[in-house]
């Protein structure tokens, strides 16, 4: 086993630590959802129970959040969805360069997630503001494309870090 390796795998808490992390953002943002709403349904049919006007629009925007975040998450898992109805038939050594390289693609869809998403989220979010919260930024709005190109990055890496791994040492046992 090569050192690098080695060197690397000490890498993982880090990752471990990462992963845990935007989990516990998924979760308090999945908490605010069901906190919001529940308020929100319950005011309509109660009437000492607020029905906020903003509501609406923070429950969309954590919803944005948890939905890329938790595409991010699903990488560091490799629970998205995938062709694999041919890898049974094609040889390892080609599955694992496909795999290779779409974690490549995955890699640029992550940067060009994080300088797009950025540049309209400082561009287009920051001259509006939430319709009934006039005194917040709509750059909240588009925040979650960069946030979630930057977890997909981390754990892209990993990932791909891994899958390189993994074709080494199948290229070194099959010699």
């Known amino acids: 086993m090569p050192a690098i390796f080695d060197t690397l795998d000490k890498l993982k808490p880090i990752y471990d630590k990462a992963y845990n992390g935007v989990m516990f ?5 999945l908490v605010t959802d069901i906190l919001i709403t529940t308020m929100s349904v319950a005011g309509r049919y109660i009437s000492f129970i607020p029905d906020p006007s903003w509501s609406e629009e923070v429950v969309l925007t954590c919803m944005a959040y948890m939905a890329v975040l938790s595409a991010a998450l699903a ?3 490799n ?6 109805a041919l890898d049974t038939y094609l040889p390892k050594k080609v599955v694992q360069s496909l795999d290779i390289l779409a974690d490549v693609a995955v890699l640029i869809l992550a940067f060009i997630m994080i ?15 939430y319709v009934s919260m006039p005194k917040v930024s709509r750059f909240w709005m588009y925040f979650p ?8 990055l981390v754990f892209e890496l990993e990932a791909l870090y891994n899958h390189i791994k993994d074709f080494w040492y199948l290229c070194v046992h099959a010699k």
Do not use: D, E, F
Not at 79 to 84: D, K, L, Q
């Open 79 to 84: 629970a998205h969805i995938r062709m694999t």
């Open 115 to 129: 300088t797009v998403g950025w540049r309209y989220a400082n561009g287009i979010g920051s001259k509006g503001t």
């Open 145 to 152: 494309v960069p946030l979630a190109g930057v977890a997909m």
């Open 25 to 29: 953002i998924c979760k308090l943002l």
């Open 75 to 77: 990488i560091r898992r």
